[in-house]
């Protein structure tokens, strides 16, 4: 065997070894935040910034009782959604949250007079309110729900829950079946990060995906990709791909292809990326917020509070 053939041999060998470590860095990534959500113990933060855009809320309702529907309402379409979920066994907490552009209705009923159209859209910047608008929930040992919203406007700050400033816990029910084994607020958030968990742990019905792909993009993230085995009856296509980098899930992209009851071809994307993935819970969010106060009516033999 001459040195030519020896050093393409070699060369060969080299480059199937290098495979080989990205497709198992690849794996073992994929398994490590796999891991992470069976554990129970986590902290996830991310944006989604591809949100679907919200059907509701295109009309304009008058005093007179006049509707008007209009083609495009700039003050209700959703704007990239941010979204905290971190665990500690069966207590945990979920926020998602969004920028919101609404009419100022006390500058309104001022300006439009008592039998004007106040709903209808201001012009002027300073009729419009812009605030940040959160829904949150925490679950405290898997027996008490508090459900409340936090509405940040500049540095005011407002929580409401049953009122505005108190929250009452809904006992946890049992008898009735989630779509996913873990919610994580956003809805497509929730459905991607489900997606990489064991079938074994999934519900009846739920799409299956299989791996088809790894590797290492030129700026040095890894990532995953997988194809549903048994996508929706009007899907044609639908795929994940999931990016890491040092074995962190950073990235993820989806896209479906699907029939609409037309019968034309149409098709959705999907961007989610994270700013952290870890194996640790946050304990501040255990916690009911300042301003929030929890008046839950509790047997005595109960433990409440904050």
Do not use: H, W
Not at 36 to 49: A, C, G, P, R
Not at 243 to 268: C, W
Request: net charge neutral; proline share 3%; with cysteine.
């Amino acid at each position: 065997m001459n040195f030519i053939n020896k050093f393409v041999i070699l060369a060969v060998c080299f480059i199937s070894l290098a495979l080989l470590q990205t497709t198992t860095a690849c794996a073992d990534a994929l398994d490590d935040c796999r891991n992470i959500i069976l554990s129970n113990v986590y902290t996830i933060k991310y944006e989604n910034s591809t949100p679907p855009t919200r059907a509701a809320m295109k009309e304009k309702q008058t005093m007179l009782g006049k509707m008007e529907f209009v083609d495009t309402n700039p003050y209700t379409m959703y704007q990239p959604t941010t979204g905290i979920v971190t665990a500690r066994g069966t207590t945990y907490y979920i926020e998602t949250s969004s920028m919101m552009r609404m009419p100022n209705m006390s500058l309104m009923y001022k300006s439009a007079g008592i039998m004007g159209q106040i709903a209808s859209i201001g012009k002027n910047t300073e009729e419009v309110r812009e605030y940040e608008y959160a829904t949150c929930k925490l679950v405290r040992d898997d027996k008490e729900e508090f459900i409340f919203t936090r509405i940040k406007e500049k540095d005011k700050i407002e929580y409401t829950g049953r009122k505005k400033g108190k929250v009452e816990a809904n006992r946890m029910k049992r008898n009735f079946s989630a779509a996913y084994p873990y919610d994580f607020g956003d809805r497509e958030v929730t459905r991607l990060l489900n997606a990489m968990l064991p079938n074994d742990d999934k519900l009846e019905g739920t799409v299956i995906y299989e791996r088809v792909k790894s590797g290492t993009l030129s700026n040095g993230l890894y990532y995953v990709d997988l194809k549903a085995v048994n996508p929706s009856s009007n899907v044609i296509f639908d795929a994940i791909r999931y990016y890491f980098s040092e074995n962190k899930l950073v990235k993820i992209e989806s896209g479906q292809y699907y029939r609409t009851a037309e019968g034309k071809l149409d098709g959705t994307r999907s961007i989610i990326n994270f700013t952290e993935f870890s194996n640790t819970a946050e304990e501040k969010y255990f916690q009911l917020p300042e301003g929030l106060e929890d008046v839950t009516k509790r047997d005595k033999n109960q433990n409440g509070g904050n």
